[in-house]
T-cell receptor, first 114, second 112 residues
Framework: NAGVTQTPKFRILKIGQSMTLQCTQD?????MYWYRQDPGMGLKLIYY???????DKGEVPNGYNVSRSTTEDFPLRLELAAPSQTSVYFC?????????????FGNGTRLTVT | GQQVMQIPQYQHVQEGEDFTTYCNSS?????IQWYKQRPGGHPVFLIQ?????EVKKQKRLTFQFGEAKKNSSLHITATQTTDVGTYFC????????????FGKGTHLIIQP
């Protein structure tokens, strides 16, 4: 099993550009998450999904959108990139709810917006 | 909302010394998880504690969950260079999909 796979690994965007961060998992996990990690900070939940077709906002959803058309894929969309979105983005999945199950993280996408 | 505070933010130790990081929650937790993130890497799950007063060991790592289920600690005995990284606690308040709050982490720096 590859686990959780994120692409791209690195990306530089200009202000106002848009992009999609890809995330796929092959563990048949129902629950998937997007976190952002800023330097010296913990992980902040952006969006999460409890199953295909169901998504919900986390702590910091503004400026982002998600979709969950399949169990495996959970892409994160940035529509109008802003410098405040410079961060490392981690996708994760769990077998059960994150409050009870270990998170399996992808390798992350390092995004810079200039 | 729930807050999880973690101290210290940075810890410098000589190789072979012990290391401890502490995690405190503003609310009672249903369980707490610990993760390790190597420099440039992603967080990796270490352990989950569920019971009041629980103590678990993984080789040189000892994890404790407080009696009131509002605090936790991770202690590493005789640190090695492979222990370098950031250790995060994450507290769960209700078992929901969004119910995990991460602390800011403790960066462990080891001097040979």
């Amino acid at each position: 099993n590859a686990g959780v796979t994120q692409t791209p690994k690195f990306r530089i965007l200009k202000i106002g550009q848009s992009m999609t961060l890809q995330c796929t998992q092959d563990m048949n996990h129902n629950y998937m998450y997007w976190y952002r990690q800023d330097p010296g900070m913990g992980l902040k939940l952006i969006y999460y999904s409890v199953g295909a077709g169901i998504t919900d906002k986390g702590e910091v959803p503004n400026g982002y959108n998600v979709s969950r058309s399949t169990t495996e894929d959970f892409p994160l969309r940035l529509e109008l990139a802003a410098p405040s979105q410079t961060s490392v983005y981690f996708c994760a999945s769990t077998l059960g709810p994150a409050g009870n199950s270990p998170l399996h993280f992808g390798n992350g996408t390092r995004l810079t917006v200039t | 909302g729930q807050q999880v505070m973690q101290i210290p933010q940075y810890q410098h130790v000589q190789e072979g010394e012990d290391f401890t990081t502490y995690c405190n929650s503003s609310t009672t937790l249903s369980n707490i998880q610990w993760y390790k993130q190597r420099p440039g890497g992603h967080p990796v799950f270490l352990i989950q504690l569920v019971k009041s007063g629980e103590v678990k060991k993984q080789k040189r790592l000892t994890f404790q969950f407080g009696e009131a289920k509002k605090n936790s600690s991770l202690h590493i005995t005789a640190t090695q260079t492979t222990d370098v990284g950031t250790y995060f606690c994450a507290g769960a308040s209700g078992g929901g999909a969004d119910g995990l709050t991460f602390g800011k982490g403790t960066h462990l720096i080891i001097q040979p």
